[in-house]
């Protein structure tokens, strides 16, 4: 039988499956739905205060009949285009399951959804335990992190083109982005790893499931993001490091062209100096001056040429 509620003047909807199994769901939790929590359920004050905060790191309080365990999924703004935590707050007891976040985390709310409007979903997520629908509910958050980790491997591969096709600025600036995002994907997972591995090697008396067969698969999945996400730093640090060598490059490129330009130039300018000084000098203040004039531009020409052959001669341009 279904049992679907939703209490009045909180923000807690809830399913439950043939009588045995609830789930609560609460979006944005408030002082009202934690107040609701330690009525109805008389959860631990420290808990419901780390409910409100969403601010915690992931972790695992074992109570005597129920497991508080907080961990982090990654949304990704487009916006700001980075990857940033979402809280997920989760009680797991005998015959319930409390799941709290700050609603925005998609795969948790079509679950939900999908439960409360469908019997062979409730069945088939809800008609087992508390701890298989615990591990549905995680088994379904870290698929969702793999599109989040395939939209960074393409963003890198294309850094690939960008560095030896634009501008450098630009190029600087995708990598500063991409850098950015990976390091807070990073700092996402990373935490993540402990707590999954403790479920999955830790003994709970209310967990009716193969803990390491079904949290092992989590830790698998949790393992191989962990994996790609490192695959990534890699590159991009390789990348950072070729496009500094690029920009030291073209730096050089640029001062060893003006370097030459300006050694063309030095013979001219001492000339075109010596003349301009206000004393009296060969060739000037006589009927010869044009002369003297084309004679000058002249040695100016064929020194800058000189010196450009001897250039190139040396393999200096």
């Not at 990704?76 to 989760?90: A, G, H, M, Q, W």
């Not at 330009?261 to 000339?271: D, E, F, Q, R, S």
Request: net charge negative; charged share 25%.
């Amino acid at each position: 039988m279904q049992i679907t509620a939703s209490t009045d003047s909180y923000n807690i909807n809830s399913v439950c499956c043939n009588g045995k199994l609830t789930w609560y769901y609460i979006e944005k939790a408030t002082e009202r739905e934690a107040q609701y929590l330690a009525d109805n359920f008389h959860f631990h004050t420290l808990a419901l205060d780390d409910v409100l905060s969403r601010n915690q790191r992931p972790k695992i309080d074992d109570y005597e009949s129920y497991l508080f365990i907080v961990l982090h999924f990654p949304v990704f703004d487009k916006t700001n285009r980075v990857t940033t935590p979402s809280e997920l707050d989760i009680f797991i007891g005998e015959n319930f399951v409390v799941t709290s976040h700050k609603g925005d985390l998609k795969p948790l709310s079509k679950l939900f959804n999908e439960c409360l409007i469908d019997e062979n979903v409730r069945q088939k997520y809800m008609g087992r335990s508390a701890s298989f629908l615990f591990y549905q509910l995680l088994d379904r958050l870290v698929n969702y992190c793999f599109p989040i980790l395939d939209r960074i491997e393409d963003n890198v591969d294309k850094i690939e083109d960008l560095i030896f096709s634009r501008a450098v600025p630009e190029t600087v600036r995708e990598i500063s982005m991409i850098r950015r995002d990976l390091i807070s994907f990073r700092r996402i997972i990373h935490p993540q790893i402990s707590v999954v591995e403790e479920l999955e090697k830790e003994k709970y008396p209310f967990f009716k499931e193969d803990q390491d067969v079904y949290f092992g698969d989590i830790a698998d999945h949790i393992r191989k993001i962990w994996d790609g996400l490192e695959d990534c730093k890699e590159v991009v640090d390789g990348l950072a490091d070729t496009s500094n060598w690029l920009t030291s490059h073209r730096i050089q490129e640029v001062m060893r062209v003006l370097t030459i330009v300006m050694a063309m130039m030095a013979p001219a300018t001492l000339i075109a100096s010596i003349y301009g000084m206000n004393v009296h000098l060969p060739g000037g203040n006589g009927a010869g001056d044009f002369l003297t004039f084309i004679v000058v531009i002249g040695f100016m020409m064929v020194t800058a040429g000189a010196m450009l052959w001897y250039f190139h001669r040396k393999n200096w341009i």
